[in-house]
T-cell receptor, first 112, second 114 residues
Framework: DAKTTQPNSMESNEEEPVHLPCNHS???????IHWYRQLPSQGPEYVIH???SNVNNRMASLAIAEDRKSSTLILHRATLRDAAVYYC?????????????FGKGTHLIIQP | NAGVTQTPKFQVLKTGQSMTLQCAQD?????MYWYRQDPGMGLRLIYY???????DKGEVPNGYNVSRLNKREFSLRLESAAPSQTSVYFC?????????????FGEGSWLTVV
């Protein structure tokens, strides 16, 4: 499976935008880029996913590099409730029901 | 819309006891998953089910069995619990096993084996 690389931790201020980077240099053409987050003592929560084009939803935006070897999750205006571990994961489109392979993610700290 | 529901939320077992974790989803999803998460670690896949009637092993299946009872329900059984199985267990579901399917998780079941 293609792997992703994320910083161990990042810190940001409340009400400011946050850009969470992810490198995936061995991504294949059919891998989707998924982002999930996990708040303390909760299950992971789906945030956003995309294949080639940038994506927006009510939670965040996903910016995908033209060569697809990296991506950035953008939280437009961070709140204290966005403090969580953020996971960038590649999900292949082959057959079967392969689940997600979680790395250690980025621990996002939001300062008031 | 409840999403993915797991029971029980907390359980303490003695070594050698058995128990079943129940999971149900109301999103009409085809694929379901069981993960475990140890303190400070990422999630690891135990078993998954691509569709009703099929199950497959994930990364850490030893000591567990699963049953895909119907499209909605996917249970995880510990036949003879061991302290190494102390963990948080998450059930999840997805419309499809393919890359474009988002995965939705339950709130977790905290299991302690003493």
């Amino acid at each position: 499976d293609a792997k992703t690389t994320q910083p161990n931790s990042m810190e940001s201020n409340e009400e400011e935008p946050v850009h969470l980077p992810c490198n995936h240099s061995t991504i294949s053409g059919t891998d989707y880029i998924h982002w999930y987050r996990q708040l303390p003592s909760q299950g992971p929560e789906y945030v956003i996913h995309g294949l080639t084009s940038n994506v927006n939803n009510r939670m965040a935006s996903l910016a995908i590099a033209e060569d697809r070897k990296s991506s950035t999750l953008i939280l437009h205006r961070a709140t204290l409730r966005d403090a969580a571990v953020y996971y960038c994961i590649l999900r292949g489109s082959g057959g079967g029901a392969d689940g997600l392979t979680f790395g250690k993610g980025t621990h996002l700290i939001i300062q008031p | 819309n409840a999403g993915v529901t797991q029971t029980p939320k907390f359980q303490v077992l003695k070594t050698g006891q058995s128990m079943t974790l129940q999971c149900a989803q109301d999103m009409n999803h085809n694929s379901m998953y069981w993960y475990r998460q140890d303190p400070g670690m990422g999630l690891r896949l135990i078993y998954y089910s691509a569709s009703e009637g099929t199950t497959d092993k994930g990364e850490v299946p030893n000591g567990y069995n699963v049953s895909r009872l119907n499209k909605r329900e996917f249970s995880l059984r510990l036949e003879s619990a061991a302290p190494s199985q102390t963990s948080v267990y998450f059930c999840a579901s997805s419309e499809t096993g393919r890359g474009w399917g988002a995965i939705y998780f339950g709130e977790g079941s905290w299991l302690t084996v003493v």
